[in-house]
């Protein structure tokens, strides 16, 4: 029995040493081989011109550019032009909305403001005399207002647009009779940086 131990011993020995030689691998490293490329000649079916690169052409002044002139007096950020191209509108009387001359006037100036979509503009509310300070602020606030929504609606850009009241500070006409006034209560137009 001893000697049936001894070779089963024996044979369980000779089987791993077998198993665990088969097990470990080698692993095969071989230098990499790249694929030749084959130049093939290459004939020529079309030759390209390039065409002279241009410089792109200076934009065109807009019409509201062509239209600027300095402003007598600066505005609140320094000197401002204006345009006769936009015209004032005016108002009755203690009142803020847009009569049907005062919207013919802006479609005109809404469709060069569109030309120009770089301009700032700033729109002035004005008022007459009559009034105290502070009632003249808000309503020459609402005119401005007014002018800018109107715009807006017509399809200037709102970023384009600013407002400011300067109540009864501004007057377009020093007088003190109603055709003085008249000419007073109004919404003017500035253009910033031109």
């Known amino acids: 029995m001893k000697t049936i131990k001894g070779l089963l011993g024996l044979a369980l020995v000779v089987c791993m ?3 665990c030689g088969g097990c470990a691998k ?4 071989e230098p990499l081989v790249t694929p030749e490329v084959k130049e093939e000649a290459v004939t020529p079916t079309e030759t390209k011109v390039e065409e002279p690169v241009t410089p792109p052409a200076e934009t065109e002044e807009s ?3 062509k239209s600027l002139t300095k402003a007598e007096t600066p505005g609140i950020e320094g000197e401002v032009s204006e345009s006769s191209k936009l015209k004032d509108v ?3 009387f203690d009142r803020s909305d847009l009569s049907a001359e005062a919207r013919n006037i802006l479609k005109e100036s809404a469709d060069l403001l569109k030309q120009s979509p770089d301009a700032k503009i700033q729109i002035e509310g004005h008022c007459d005399e009559r009034g105290s300070t502070s009632y003249n602020l808000a309503l020459g606030e609402k005119r401005a207002a007014g002018v800018r929504d109107y715009l807006v609606s017509l399809g200037v850009p709102a970023e384009m647009l600013s407002t400011i009241s300067y109540g009864e500070e501004k007057p377009a006409d020093p007088g003190n009779n109603e055709e003085a006034w008249a000419k007073n209560r109004r919404a003017h137009m500035i ?3 031109k």
């Open 17 to 19: 040493i077998s198993f």
């Open 26 to 29: 080698r692993i095969k490293t």
């Open 63 to 65: 019409e509201l550019d």
């Open 90 to 92: 005016y108002f009755a």
């Open 191 to 193: 253009i910033f940086g």
